[in-house]
């Protein structure tokens, strides 16, 4: 039974003033307890929020994160499902323990180590609750409707407890290790990293060629290298054993430049191309991962020249000791030249790591780190999107997912850090370590009491990689996981595809045998206006919660909306938030029109007569029937966009309808109707038209724009089956054909689709807008005012067409403010002296005859036209001239010929007017 909710008395402010709004209404929803999911056993929408730095702030990749998820479960909230969006902050290992530090230094002059681990970690965890949160309130400035009842943080007891269980049970099943191996660090943040967080670029380098003396021998073996101050650690030659140059120095030695040290010279087909530099290659097996391959291979003795500050250490020469690797290069070149040694220097393109933390260039250095054996939890992964169980959306970001995933390396999980997840295991004197999930009090396998925990922390993104678990609870008995798991959507950056999103495939599978989730829709970055990566540095950073204080947050909201659909980057745009915070008050501006107008209806009375009677539709006037047509069709449009993740499409389809059918012309038209002195029955009838319409496209523009469609939603007459827009039925579709029912204020969407009467409307005023917008620019083609009211003819051949034009006369006089509408049978011709404009099989006459003085017209028009001739054959010469199209860029010439385009149907249309007034 629906219950009516009558006009709203408040004041309606002539302009919409969000931050009177925003704030209310978050604070309504959330007290009110309407982020949390329905009790019920329907079906559910689960989603988990990408957990942002505890003591960041929003910026534009969290904005669009935040809209495209809020949308999305609005959307399925409003369709009676259990929406669940669950949020949570990341503890950021490197990141919050580096400004920890820095605000250590600045305020006490004091590092960490001076102060203790436990001392340090204090002053985090203060830090954290100084400074965490601020992120979470710009959400809500947002109007994310995150259930906060369920918030997570990946360093609370929840996390903690699930975190040390997937270590242990992974260790048991032999799928983490500790091992010597060589991993890239980061000196810049003294920590290991894993291969993701180390960047890629090319520079502009050397190729150096250096002369090792053969022993015993006075010939010189030349090797090629891009890292001559590591040749200080070099421990063999290596060269192909095929390469017939060679062969016969296989198994001899030489002396190492600079430091009087013997090498041998080894065969190795793995590590040696030949016809790459010299052919044979210095080998420093704890500066080069394959090197250290190479070395495993041969047995070869691994020196480390280089420490963990980034700089020269023993044992290598005196002299070089405490250089940095760069000061140390110069000084080894230089003294390579000296001695006589460098033989040749040639240009060449190096690829360099960088910390993605710290930005220094990282060092392959020793260690003994944790790995996770990774291809055992690759598989399943890798088959659960093959096979479709999930589906990555774009779809052409799952060749990057297998491509990554199918050559995946072991996983570096071990970090040198305070801050995080210390690694839960105990060092004993016998050599054991023992792994445990409640700390131990003695060694696992010799019982001596003298253990200790390990040093390290685990990587930032171990943790992050069980959130769909974690946050559900997960281990423990009394978790959420039968309720809400696998998860519906993770949506993200494309940018952390492999760092987040590929760990939570296999953690999710691996621990409970199915997907994290069914969907990954994965966005593109937000860049600066000038189409550059957003930076400081640059000048080009975009403040969401600026744009949200001086636009509204649904102004930002529903530009984000339309650019969700970017594949290649979306270049930031203030002009277009400007835009739709113009839409927004461009429906605030028609909702207090409405307000205005809709006195005295009798919703229940009109949904009776009109929605629940046989004939109702009869009572409704051609533009009511378009219009509540439109509304409908309007609603299945943005459901099929939203349900196929097209956002973009489903924003602009109610864009286009708010501003341009309803705004633009059913307002216009209905204003006839809606006037005080109307007939009764009509006025009436159009009162519960646009109540209903606008009802609708309230709840189809919710969950895009919370804020102003819950305020006009709550001021304007409606049926209420819900106290909030927030949890009221979207007008979703369901059933075929005629027999269609629709959720929300209108039930048989079907039968009023299938309906000749709406069918005939919709032409009809497509054909009224055609005519009315053919006559302002045949007025504007003459020069003629926009105020002017003027004559206007119509004609056609088609007996149909005629019945139209006769039914849609007097509106389009009305609408077009026109002095008069005459529609001319297919047996009367035009005035000769007459614009014309030919749209739909209609011809759109204007004569002209004391309008315009028609010598000046003749006159005025043949000017243009020749203007536009000489124009016009200069552009015919440019682009039939191949030097030009061959050298000009592909957009001068798209532009060139479009102009070309455009002046020949100008120059067809003004010849035409031109030959009648003659």
Request: charged share 25%; with cysteine.
């Amino acid at each position: 039974m629906w219950q009516v909710h009558a006009m709203s008395e408040q004041e309606f402010a002539k302009v919409y003033e969000p931050a009177k709004v925003e704030a209310h209404w978050y604070a309504r929803w959330r007290d009110d307890g309407l982020f949390s999911p329905a009790e019920h056993d329907g079906p559910h929408f689960t989603c988990v929020l990408p957990p942002p730095n505890v003591t960041g702030r929003l910026h534009m990749g969290h904005a669009l994160t935040a809209t495209i998820e809020d949308t999305l479960v609005r959307w399925h909230r409003m369709r009676g499902e259990r929406a669940l969006w669950l949020p949570g902050t990341d503890h950021a290992g490197i990141a919050t323990q580096v400004m920890v530090e820095r605000d250590l230094q600045k305020r006490e002059q004091k590092s960490r180590h001076e102060i203790g681990r436990e001392a340090f970690l204090e002053r985090v965890w203060v830090w954290k609750d100084d400074h965490g949160g601020i992120i979470d309130r710009q959400h809500e400035a947002l109007g994310a409707s995150l259930d906060w009842s369920r918030y997570r943080f990946t360093m609370d007891e929840v996390s903690s407890r699930a975190v040390r269980e997937a270590f242990v049970r992974l260790h048991e099943q032999g799928l983490i290790y500790r091992d010597y191996r060589l991993i890239n660090w980061d000196w810049g943040s003294h920590t290991a990293l894993s291969d993701l967080e180390v960047e890629h670029e090319e520079i502009q380098s050397s190729l150096w060629h250096i002369a090792y003396p053969i022993v015993g021998s006075d010939a010189r073996l030349i090797v090629a290298t891009t890292r001559p101050e590591t040749m200080l650690g070099d421990t063999a030659v290596a060269v192909h054993p095929d390469d017939e140059r060679y062969q016969a120095l296989i198994g001899q030695r030489v002396r190492l430049p600079l430091t009087g040290r013997e090498i041998p010279i080894i065969a190795d087909p793995i590590l040696v191309k030949i016809g790459f530099g010299t052919g044979a290659v210095k080998v420093t097996p704890a500066h080069d991962p394959n090197d250290f391959e190479t070395g495993k291979r041969h047995d070869l003795e691994l020196i480390q020249i280089i420490d963990l500050d980034g700089k020269i250490q023993a044992p290598a020469p005196e002299k070089y000791v405490g250089l940095t690797v760069k000061q140390a290069r110069t000084a080894v070149l230089a003294d390579l030249e000296a001695e006589g040694l460098l033989v040749e220097t040639k240009p060449h393109v190096l690829s360099i790591g960088r910390s993605q933390r710290s930005g220094v260039v990282v060092e392959p250095l020793p260690s003994f780190q944790w790995f996770v054996n990774v291809g055992p939890l690759a598989g399943p992964a890798i088959e659960a999107v093959r096979t479709g169980e999930t589906v990555i959306y774009p779809e052409f970001r799952r060749a990057d997912y297998f491509r990554w995933m199918e050559n995946i390396r072991d996983w570096c999980i071990s970090r040198q850090l305070w801050w995080g997840h210390r690694i839960p295991a105990w060092h004993c004197g016998c050599g054991h370590i023992t792994v445990a999930r409640e700390d131990p009090s003695a060694c696992a396998k010799c019982g001596s009491a003298d253990i200790s925990q390990d040093e390290d922390v685990l990587d930032t993104w171990f943790s992050s990689g069980l959130w769909p678990l974690t946050t559900l609870g997960w281990p423990a008995e009394d978790s959420e996981l039968d309720r809400f798991y696998p998860t519906s959507l993770m949506e993200t950056g494309w940018d952390i595809l492999f760092f987040w999103v590929a760990r939570m495939m296999m953690f999710g599978l691996h621990f409970t045998g199915q997907v994290p989730f069914r969907t990954v829709y994965l966005h593109s970055m937000v860049l600066g206006e000038d189409g550059q990566k957003m930076s400081k540095t640059k000048g080009n950073v975009v403040d969401p919660v600026e744009l949200v204080d001086a636009y509204g947050a649904d102004a930002l909201r529903f530009y984000l909306c339309t650019m969700a659909g970017q594949e290649s980057g979306i270049v930031f745009s203030r002009a277009r938030v400007e835009g739709y915070r113009n839409f927004c008050n461009k429906l605030w501006n028609a909702a207090r029109f409405a307000s205005m107008r809709l006195e005295g209806l009798d919703l229940p009375t009109w949904r009776a007569e009109v929605l629940d009677a046989p004939d109702g539709l009869a009572r409704l006037s051609i533009a009511d029937r378009w219009i509540l047509g439109r509304a409908l069709e309007l609603a299945e449009r943005v459901a099929a966009h939203l349900d196929g993740w097209r956002l973009d499409r489903a924003a602009h389809a109610a864009y286009q309808f708010v501003w341009h059918e309803l705004c633009d012309w059913y307002l216009e038209l209905a204003k006839r109707r809606l006037a005080d002195d109307a007939d009764p029955s009509e006025r009436h009838a159009t009162q519960g038209t646009l109540a209903t319409v606008f009802d609708l496209v309230l709840r189809i523009l919710h969950p895009m724009v919370p804020f102003i469609s819950e305020e006009l939603w709550q001021r304007l007459p409606r049926v209420e089956d819900a106290p909030s827009l927030m949890n009221a039925s979207w007008p979703m579709i369901s059933g075929e054909g005629s027999a269609r029912t629709m959720a929300g204020p209108v039930s048989a969407v079907g039968s009023i689709l299938a309906d000749p009467r709406v069918t005939e409307a919709e032409r009809d005023i497509e054909r009224l807008i055609a005519v009315v917008t053919s006559h302002r620019m045949l007025k504007a083609e003459s020069k003629i005012s926009p105020a002017q009211p003027v004559e206007v003819q119509v004609r056609s051949d088609d007996p149909e067409t005629v019945a139209s034009l006769e039914r849609i006369r007097e509106s389009a006089q009305f609408v077009g403010r026109m002095r008069s509408l005459t529609v001319l049978g297919p047996d009367v011709q035009l005035p000769k002296q007459c614009s014309v404009a030919v749209t739909g099989g209609v011809e759109v006459g204007l004569p002209l005859a004391g309008l315009v003085d028609l010598d000046e017209e003749r006159a005025r028009l043949g000017k243009e036209i020749a203007k536009k001739q000489k124009e016009l054959q200069g552009i015919d010469k440019k682009l039939s001239n191949q030097g030009f199209l061959q050298r000009a860029p592909a957009e001068v010439v798209a532009k060139e010929q479009l102009r070309q385009t455009e002046l020949r149907d100008n120059l067809a249309k003004q010849q035409a007017l031109l030959d009648r007034l003659s």
